[in-house]
């Protein structure tokens, strides 16, 4: 298989849908949706996710080019994500990676990365 990882699964479509995906989910959750100071218009959260995602797997730079360094950890300290946060957050993700029907070893290496990326997220335990 040619190219990197972002290439391999089909570029800014795939990313953009798979993130379109998870913000349906996302408007519904009651616990979510108040951590988005924009909602319910979620387009800038949608367009930042995925230029996120596809830099990070190989894709345009856009996302950095734009708003600096990720930050992650940082950029998500405003808000309360416990565990129920976190695990609402991998349920959303995970409905939307399977609307994408990934090869097996592509979904379980987005996949295991998302997952980390989810639990790297929690900064308290207070529910």
Known sequence: MQGNFWEQVGGRPTFEKLVRAF?????????????YPEQPDLEGAIQRLTGFLEQYWGGPTTYSDERGHPRLRLRHLPFKVNPD???????????????????PL???TLWAYLDRAAQSMVNTFDE
């Open 23 to 35: 913000y349906d989910g996302i408007a519904t959750d009651e616990v979510l949706l108040p951590m």
């Open 85 to 103: 946060a976190r695990d609402r957050w991998l349920t959303h993700m995970r409905a939307a990676l399977d609307t994408l029907a990934l090869p």
């Open 106 to 108: 592509q979904d379980a």
